[in-house]
């Protein structure tokens, strides 16, 4: 008995033994060249940071010099403020050239931003001498950016376009030009795969989808945002420049709590005391902006001019209107700008979401180890390490405007009408007529 039991256990063994061998053999069968398609391997991560620039630990050479015998910790305070104050200026210079050097500057910043993000891409790419990644992504920048200013620019000039016999087809067709130029990179990148690094190439074209995502479409939003008027532009971005200057200073000097793993040097005592800055700041800069029209008017074709103009007769929002204040059992009537009660909800995003758009880059960077995207600002790093919570901030003042400030727009209105058939044009034409010949009588 005993050995029926011992012959018994034996087979048993075996079994479990050809079956484990057999899954192995299965395992190895389907997953061929397994070290290869882990992205990005550990192995190369080292070496990919090696190849990349570190802006923070970039200081120009007259400054090194005159800054040796601080410490580093005071090195970098000097440092990150003497380019925070350059930025600040260069900024202000921007605002003074108007609404064409602002949108300028805001696709020269997307290009970069772009370029370093793909940086990172391009290093896993070269390692293993994959075709066309670079040549693919700048082509589908372009593509991308080809539709979305493209349907920018309909919207807004749409009427004058249509005008010009030889553009009115692009008008048109639109978007179905963009689709055929995207389906030609489409192509492009599925004759580029390569055998065994089919997972490296598609998680790489994810991977530079996304950076469009991130990037350009902010950038058209940023855009948008300008043409409604400079204040939507300027106290959104000023208001992430506050929060992230103040919320180092307050960290430098009173910091002592930690905030979040993925940014060990950022402090609650630095979110609080950013946030609260930020709300002032806010309140008194959009006050100051409102008594101008250059910054609140929105930005039109005008017609009769024949080029775009910034003046108009401000709307209720840039008109001081009263309101009654009970504290204390004290009644007060203040005179205050509607905008006003806008730039606090602003702030409180800027100075509660907005720094997540940092923190989202730092898990971004410690992922591959690196300290920077870039090394073009001493101090600071890249533009991308700059413009991390800019992008989340523009997506959310697009939406904010579109859900509680804009109205229909004419010329987008009348635009649509030019789009239509002639019979259909003159059924408008006669509901109008009909319409304010009622109002008249």
């Not at 991560?45 to 050479?61: F, I, M, S």
């Not at 009970?326 to 007060?332: A, D, H, I, S, W």
Request: glycine share 6%.
């Amino acid at each position: 008995m005993a050995e029926v039991r011992r012959r018994k256990a034996e087979n048993e063994a075996d079994d479990a033994a050809a079956a484990a061998a057999a899954s192995s053999a299965a395992d190895s069968s389907d997953h061929v060249d397994s070290e290869e398609e882990k992205i990005p391997e550990e192995k190369f991560v080292e070496e990919l940071a090696k190849n990349l620039p570190q802006g923070t630990d970039k200081t120009p050479e007259l400054l090194d010099s005159a800054l040796k015998d601080l410490p580093d910790r005071w090195k970098n305070w000097v440092i990150r403020g003497i380019f925070t104050w350059i930025m600040i200026c260069g900024f202000a210079l921007i605002i003074y050239g108007g609404p064409l050097a602002l949108m300028i500057t805001t696709l020269l910043v997307q290009v970069k931003c772009f370029q370093e993000i793909i940086s990172i891409g391009y290093q896993v790419y070269r390692i293993h001498g994959l075709p066309w990644f670079r040549s693919l992504s700048w082509y589908f920048l372009l593509t991308s950016n080809y539709f979305f200013y493209g349907e920018h620019l309909v919207d807004y000039f749409g009427v004058v376009i249509n005008r010009v016999e030889y553009l009115k087809f692009l008008v048109t067709y639109h978007r179905f030009l963009s689709f055929a130029l995207y389906i030609v990179g489409f192509v492009w990148f599925v004759l580029s795969l390569v055998k065994k690094y089919y997972i490296k190439q598609f998680s790489l074209f994810a991977w530079t989808h996304v950076s469009l995502l991130i990037v350009v479409t902010q950038s058209y939003l940023i855009i948008q945002n300008i043409f409604e008027g400079l204040i939507w532009f300027i106290v959104p971005v000023s208001m992430i420049v506050c929060n992230d200057v103040m919320a180092y200073v307050f960290g430098f000097f009173f910091g002592r709590t930690p905030l979040i793993k993925l940014s060990p040097k950022k402090t609650w005592e630095g979110f609080i005391g950013g946030g609260f800055a930020t709300v002032l700041f806010g309140i008194l800069f959009s006050y100051i902006l409102c008594n101008y029209q250059y910054f609140i008017c929105p930005i039109q074709y005008s017609e009769e001019l024949g080029r775009m103009t910034m003046s108009c007769v401000p709307s209720y929002l840039f008109t001081p209107q009263e309101y009654s204040l009970k504290l204390f059992g004290l009644g007060k009537t203040l005179n205050i700008y509607p905008f006003i009660w806008h730039s606090i909800s602003l702030s409180m995003f800027s100075s509660i979401i907005g720094p997540f758009g940092g923190f989202f880059a730092s898990g971004f960077k410690r992922a591959f180890k690196i300290k920077d995207f870039g090394d073009m600002i001493p101090g600071h790093g890249g533009i991308m390490d700059r413009f991390d919570c800019q992008f989340l901030m523009a997506t959310f003042v697009n939406v904010y405007i579109s859900s509680f400030i804009r109205t229909p727009s004419p010329s987008k209105l009348l635009t649509q009408i030019y789009n239509l058939k002639p019979d259909q044009q003159y059924q408008i034409y006669q509901s109008l007529k009909d319409s304010l010949g009622d109002m008249l009588n």
